[in-house]
């Protein structure tokens, strides 16, 4: 787990906690005791506190009366709303990164394509790190800061469900052309074509998750 010092701003501490939870560190409905968290990141029981109330305002954690706080479950069909809502915006931001992406990032993405297709039929846990540093990418050029805002929060509500059908078999065979159809759209700068094949994306992924439930 990672340490944050005593002097780490509130956003610092709140931001490695979401990432733990996110990341798998805490399990669903684990129990979040201040104290332990205040030994475990090095920062007073009031930052903590106060970063859990943050994290209870995104929907990642419970927090129950005179019982503290515990990682909050997502359910499926919860997960399938947070989807359906990200299907706009991400539709939106990859429309933008068509506009603005540069020769330099045209470049940059064919290289990613390339690692992508390649993991995707050997390296799994590769395969899943390059699909997350492809949706940061798109995100970063798309320079749009309210839809981004927006989504960080809608994918740490969802990310486990999504990290599970990573790894779902023959899953993978699915999803690496439908993330080359957005990266060749983008590169293209076909920002009509960019929101659309990452909509039909998105569509993929809930069919997914529910078929297998």
Known sequence: MTAVTSTATRADLTKTLRDAIVSGE????????????????GASRAAVRTALLELGAEGLVDRLPNRGSRVRAIPLEEAIEIL????????????KAAENITDAEIAEFATLR???????????????RLNQHLDRRIREIADHPTAVAILERLRAQGVRHQFRLAFYP????????????IIDAISSRDAARAEAETRAHLGSVILALRSIG
Do not use: K
């Not at 359906?84 to 429309?95: D, I, T, W």
């Not at 390339?114 to 899943?128: G, K, M, T, V």
């Open 84 to 95: 359906e809502v990200r299907m706009s915006l991400e539709g939106l931001c990859a429309a």
């Open 26 to 41: 805490y399990a669903p409905n684990q129990r979040l005791i201040e104290a332990d968290l205040s030994t475990t990141y």
């Open 114 to 128: 390339a690692d992508i297709l390649a993991a995707s039929e050997s390296d799994l846990f590769e395969y899943s």
């Open 170 to 181: 023959g899953r993978a065979a699915v999803s690496a052309p439908e993330h080359a159809a």
